[in-house]
């Protein structure tokens, strides 16, 4: 199990830290601090937080903000699950030299589903970044407007916890091991009302008929319902390719959104999996890496009895 | 119905720069047989070959495996396989795996023989 304490000693592992502040005013203070620590250091340094705060910083940092590269965690992290190679690409391209960050993947008004899900990826760093030395990642939390059990969670997936200018190991975290396990915690059941459809190999191409009427009765775009076809696709492909060769698919509306879900008896062992970039000349590696990308948000959960994927996407919104 | 109605493959263009046309839907289950294609018109070593998708309607990641098998194997014996993609659907996926990088997607064939 990994020790927060040695953390602390060896400078060399990675750092993640949970920021706790109230207020924007404490958030800008920390940030800024941060960032002129990195610039001093001459370490490159990455913030992915709000456009809002974004130019908040951008105003306070003045001549400093040449050495930043900023991000738009709304743009970013629409999908939590495509933060994770941000950082990736952002380390990689550092080759190897000390870097740092700041992340900001939630806010109060992100959805429970998309809570769940920005949980699940803070637990996820430190796993993705175990192995590379010398990155520090610091995670605002706003204390004033997020709930006591966000907070808590944020001591159970951070080594570290950030108050003002005091830096301290969380004696809740969980290590690496833990919060790499497979996610079990499940979804809420669909509403009484879904479009339902058992599926095997030769009906893969039915399938993709059913998804692409669906997605047309949510009235998403023409591009957008491809989108929807091709993600949907590549998890039932993934069913048929590692589960017992049979998959369920259950499709239902909600104010906002198409849901479809895929559900099999096999199971998902890499924590990561989708989110790691394949390289260009990898044969495979592709399908939960495109559906990622393609999907508002994608929720996997991994238990005894089977594994659920479950896809949003967004209606009303172009393509 | 059988397979061949949602997909199939011919071979144009000359012993030189050979054309592999597919058409409909490229899947699991389809994707076998363009490899075949591919496969045959590798063997004989041309310098350029040209995959032209313009017809095909779906793509998954079996099918974009295909491609990237058949650009290495081709690269392997001094080749070169540049595709043909005017479906914007197509085009987004070649994007999003990073696979516009490994290939020349060019909008239509005399422009991917030419270029």
Known sequence: LNSPAAGLRSAEAFRHEAFFYAGEDEFLDGSTAFIRGAVEAGEPIFVVVSARRIDLLRDRLASDVGAVRFADMGEVGTNPARIIPAWAEFVHECGGQNARGIGEPIWSERSVAELAECQRHESLLNVAFAESPGFTLMCPYDSDSLGRDVVDEAFRSHPFIRRGDALSASPEFLGCEELGRPFATPLPAPPGTTTDLVFQARSLRDLRSLVLREARRARLSGTRADDVVTAVHEVASNSLRHAGGLGVLRMWHTEDSLICEVSDDGHIQDPLVGRRRPAVGDRGGRGLWMVNQLCDLVQVRSMSEGTTVRMHFRCGQGG | ?115
Do not use: C, W, Y
């Open chain 2, 1 to 115: 119905m059988t397979n061949d109605a949602l997909f199939d493959v011919t071979e144009s263009g000359h012993s030189k720069v050979p054309i592999v046309n597919a058409r409909g839907e490229i899947d699991v289950s389809t994707s076998p047989e363009l490899h075949d294609v591919l496969a045959g018109v590798i063997s004989r070593r041309p310098e350029l070959v040209i995959v032209n998708l313009s017809e095909v309607t779906f793509i998954d990641s079996t099918g974009l495996g295909v491609l990237v098998g058949t650009a290495r194997d081709l690269r392997a014996k001094g080749g070169e396989l540049r595709l043909v993609a005017t479906q914007p659907h197509i085009i987004k996926l070649l994007e999003l795996t990073g696979l516009d990088e490994m290939f020349d997607v060019l909008p239509d064939t005399k422009a991917a023989v030419t270029r």
